[in-house]
Structure formats: structure tokens, C-alpha cells
């Protein structure tokens, strides 16, 4: 388990940090870190288990919530990196109108 946890850590670090060689080796040398820190746990024990799903979790949110902005050349621009497993929303929160209406401010 600790294993696949590991290679699915590295998979979400090169989809997400893909073209960014410094950010994505500082992420992979802190994976290798965090994992290598860790003492033996059997995969019974209860600490094991937090531990992969805290991986588990950190390579899902890499995955699909971690969008890079791109420096367009010559302007003062970025372009956003948004790939497949980038998650979209649908705004179907932020159109609906607030109950009571107005802009909430004090």
C-alpha cells in the first residue's frame, strides 16, 4: 500500500507541476522525505493508515487543484496551465442569489 501511495504521490506531482523542473523535483525530494522519515508501521496499525490516506489525498488534491500560471513571453501575462484531471466547476453556487439578498456587506 505504502508503495502505491508513493507512485501515485509522483504521478500527481508530474501532472501537476509538468514543465516546472525546480517545483517538481522540491516536491519529489519531500515526498521522498516525508517517506523515508516515517517510522515501520505495519499495515494494520492505525497511524499507517492515516498516513496513506493523508497521501492519498495530497495526490488528489495535486491532481486536480493545482493549476499553474504560465509567464507569456513579452507580456505581463500568465496563461493557466488547466489539463485533464484539472476538476472545473460548474458556478451553479456563485449564480444562485444569496437568501436575503444584497451584497452581505456591513
Same mark, same amino acid.
Given at each position: 500500500?505504502?508503495?502505491?501511495?508513493?507512485?501515485t504521490l509522483f504521478r500527481a506531482t508530474r501532472i501537476?507541476?509538468?514543465?516546472?523542473?525546480? /517545483?517538481?523535483? =522540491?516536491?519529489? +525530494?519531500?515526498?521522498?522525505?516525508?517517506?523515508?522519515?516515517?517510522?515501520?508501521?505495519?499495515?494494520? %496499525?492505525?497511524?499507517?493508515?492515516?498516513?496513506?490516506?493523508?497521501?492519498?489525498?495530497?495526490?488528489?488534491?495535486?491532481?486536480?487543484?493545482?493549476?499553474?500560471? /504560465?509567464?507569456? =513571453?513579452?507580456? +505581463?501575462?500568465?496563461?493557466?496551465?488547466?489539463?485533464?484531471?484539472?476538476?472545473?466547476?460548474?458556478? %451553479?453556487?456563485?449564480?444562485?442569489?444569496?437568501?436575503?439578498?444584497?451584497?452581505?456587506?456591513?
Open positions: 500500500m505504502s508503495l502505491s501511495a508513493y507512485r501537476a507541476f509538468q514543465g516546472d523542473e525546480r /517545483v517538481l523535483m =522540491e516536491a519529489r +525530494n519531500r515526498i521522498r522525505q516525508e517517506f523515508r522519515a516515517s517510522p515501520k508501521l505495519a499495515p494494520t %496499525d492505525a497511524e499507517f493508515q492515516k498516513r496513506m490516506e493523508y497521501a492519498l489525498s495530497v495526490a488528489s488534491i495535486l491532481r486536480s487543484n493545482v493549476v499553474q500560471g /504560465v509567464p507569456q =513571453e513579452g507580456k +505581463n501575462l500568465y496563461k493557466l496551465r488547466i489539463h485533464e484531471h484539472t476538476e472545473r466547476g460548474d458556478n %451553479d453556487s456563485i449564480k444562485a442569489p444569496k437568501a436575503g439578498g444584497g451584497c452581505g456587506c456591513s
